[in-house]
């Protein structure tokens, strides 16, 4: 190097400082890179995210390739500035290169680059690529062989080298990226997909129609009365039964009832009737939903009755309402939504009747009740006093006063929320 003049020793060191530089922004870049929006640009076929796509395929070896070309200029980058120190400060020169470069390299090839490829990953990673793969392919051999020597010391160490992460997400970590989707994604379809991810910790028994609520028809019964409840039906299936739900017969749809009233309209024979109905869908209460859903689908059925282990009917479930559970509700009539079970206040309580579904509560009134136990509000009062009240009595759930109003037939009727109990502030003595 003595033949070299100054200027060109402080070209050289310029130009090995901006190839540091590369190396470094290079190695945060291809680090930083959004992988699901890497492969969906790959699938597209955006040539420099295949680019990326190959080099991440074996991080060991772009790592072992950036930090060899680093390491090598940043070496150069000393010796260079070396002999620059020596030639203007003579052995002092030596100190101040060291202390001189160190700065220059740590505000201009370590901190910058990497900071703007960590806030850039893209435009950092794509333009990269096109010198950091040939470059891979030249420097092949000597690559391997660092990546032959540090994953075998790495298996010394007990750490396996080939037992890197996949690029996989897990419900709640999915749940937390739609969160943060922001302005990405609409708040409705945030919501609808963050109601497919809650299917699989709801069960059937969460949202189905009880087992007193089920419109059914008791086959024993006069005809005068079944042909009342056939007039008065408000869906298009009925369950058919003898003498107790549990002896359930099978689904009546009202089209079939249409066409035996239509070919004997003085009075349809009973047994005509049971011949009409249709094969029951039996549900195990602990189905999860995104279970149940795809079950539906695989049987060509839309609704099912809810056992227990025992066998006994405890409810009834429909597709649409485990749909209802991902878009909302459909209409305003079905059975069992809270907002068929209360009524607003003028005074901000709510009356709400002890039937009404704690889920449907909490989604309705925002609030926090525990639904892990009991599936109603009566439940959960029963629950909570122990014993079924025999006069009206106030009592407090999630910083609520819950006024229970009427009690019959062992069942707690209707009662009415309070507005959110508030902290009393603390006065401050002057």
Known sequence: MDELSLSTLFITLGVLVLISAFFSG?????????????????????????????????????????????????????????????????????????????????????VTPKT?????????????????KPMLKIFYPLV????????????????????TGKDSLSAEELRTVVH????????????MLLSILDLEKVTVDDIMIPRNEINAIDINADWSVIARQLNNMQSTLVLLYRGEIDDAIGFLHARDVLQLVTRNPDEPDKPSLVRAVREIYFIPESTPLSVQLIKFQQNKERIGL????????????????????????????MTGQASETLRRDPDGSVVIEGSANLRELNKELKLNFPT???KTLNGLLTEIIGDIPDNPMCIKIDEHAVEILEVSDSVIKSVRLLPKLRKKAKRSSA
């Open 116 to 132: 703007i490829a960590a806030l850039r990953p893209e435009r950092v990673a794509f333009p990269s690529s096109f010198i950091l």
């Open 26 to 110: 290079s190695e945060t870049g291809m680090m930083s890179v959004n992988r699901y929006k890497l492969r969906h640009l790959s699938q597209t076929g955006h040539k420099a995210a295949k680019r990326v796509s190959y080099l991440l395929d074996r991080p060991d070896r772009l790592i072992g390739l950036i930090l060899i070309g680093n390491n090598l200029v940043n070496i150069a980058a000393s010796a260079v500035a070396t002999v620059i120190g020596m030639r203007l400060y003579g052995d002092y020169g030596i100190l101040i290169a060291t202390i001189v470069l160190t700065l220059i390299i740590l505000i201009f090839s370590e």
């Open 180 to 191: 943060e989707a922001g302005s990405l994604i609409p708040s409705r379809h945030q919501e």
């Open 372 to 374: 892990d136990g009991p």
């Open 144 to 163: 391997a062989a660092v990546n032959f020597i540090t994953n075998n010391l790495m298996r010394v160490l007990g750490i396996d080298p080939n037992g």
């Open 306 to 333: 809810v056992v227990d282990e025992y066998g006994d009917i405890q409810g009834l479930v429909t597709l649409e309402d485990i749909l209802e559970e991902i878009v909302g509700d459909f209409t305003t009539t």
